[in-house]
């Protein structure tokens, strides 16, 4: 016996979930899993908490399928949905100890990170073990592209907390990817 797969593209599945179709609704999940989970595991601790994040953003996706209207791409839709459902399960699960940068008197380093040989997933990797809400405004800010306004409102944090975090975000990549830079330098030798 013979079975035939059928290929559906992005719109048909769209289609089919607007429609409530499980099976349309699994072979969407099947389809961007892998690339939500990614999105996710940039704000989560961890792969069990980042699954968490994308089940809920994928449950999201599924409720307010009908709100997309085909209007740029699917996958930047459903990426946002993800982001806000990840900033959601954060606020939920984890205290976000934010100092506002106007109050602290902190001062922000003159020097940017120069460039590096390091690779993107080695960044990723440094990126990752920022303490959480450094991690979170980051890559809100220098990935996903929001502005410090939309970030505060998201978190629940002021435009300068944003800032703040941003601030001390870059200065310890800076510091660690010195720190790899220099240790490579060293077994270089």
Request: net charge positive.
């Amino acid at each position: 016996m013979m079975f035939l797969k059928h290929k559906y593209s992005t719109e048909d599945l769209i289609a089919k979930c607007k429609a409530a179709d499980r099976k349309a609704q699994e072979l969407l999940y099947k389809q961007f899993a892998a690339k939500m989970l990614a999105v996710c595991m940039r704000y989560a601790v961890d792969k069990m908490e980042a699954e968490d994040m994308m089940q809920n953003g994928f449950v999201r996706v599924f409720q307010k399928i009908n709100d997309y209207r085909g209007e740029g791409s699917f996958e930047g839709w459903m990426r946002r949905i993800m982001v806000h459902a990840a900033i959601e399960y954060y606020r939920k699960h984890h205290k976000m100890t934010l100092v506002d940068m106007e109050e602290s008197g902190y001062e922000p380093p003159v020097n940017a990170v120069a460039a590096s040989s390091l690779e993107t997933k080695d960044l990723l990797l440094i990126v990752n073990q920022l303490p959480a809400g450094y991690r979170m405004v980051f890559n809100l800010y220098a990935i996903e592209g929001y502005s410090h306004r939309e970030i505060a409102e998201m978190a629940g944090i002021t435009e300068g907390a944003s800032k703040s975090q941003l601030s001390r975000a870059r200065t310890l990549l800076k510091q660690k990817i010195e720190q790899t830079e220099g240790t490579r330098y060293e077994y270089a030798r």
